[in-house]
């Protein structure tokens, strides 16, 4: 069965995303009763994403992991709810071709999926 590009979001990038807000939340000094709440998580969810017991097959790049760490600030503050936060990641993510990158470390891609610098994935 071949991955759809929304399947291969909310499998793999959804939770990686969410792996380093937790990881960046209790950084910041946040318990894991605090952060759950605030990205809408239990506290046995952001223990295991803490731990890499979810989320671990993707590992996100050095500067998309720094981008999420500036975002978190904001999530910390609460100047940005989590919702959001992962909204304008995960928007980035797939604008700078990184959905593709997932894609094609999972499986062969579709014949015809040439993705360039501003394209949609697997148009």
């Known amino acids: ?16 995303i969410r792996r380093e807000l937790c990881r960046e939340l209790v950084a910041r000094g946040l318990s894991q009763r605090e952060t759950a709440k605030l ?4 506290e046995a969810s952001v223990s295991h994403y ?6 671990a097959k ?3 790049s050095a500067t998309f992991t720094s981008r999420i760490r500036e975002v978190s600030k904001q ?4 100047k940005l ?8 990641l995960a928007a980035e993510f797939k604008r700078k071709g990184g959905l593709c ?11 015809g999926c ?10």
């Open 1 to 16: 069965m071949q991955l759809q590009p929304q399947e291969i979001e909310v499998w793999y990038l959804l939770p990686a």
């Open 39 to 42: 990205l809408g998580l239990t």
């Open 50 to 55: 803490f731990n890499s017991r979810r989320a």
């Open 58 to 60: 993707v590992k996100l």
């Open 75 to 78: 999530v910390a503050m609460k």
């Open 81 to 88: 709810t989590a919702y959001v936060a992962i909204q304008l």
């Open 101 to 111: 990158y997932i894609h094609r470390s999972m499986e062969k891609v579709p014949a």
């Open 114 to 123: 040439s993705r360039r610098l501003g394209e949609v994935c697997c148009e």
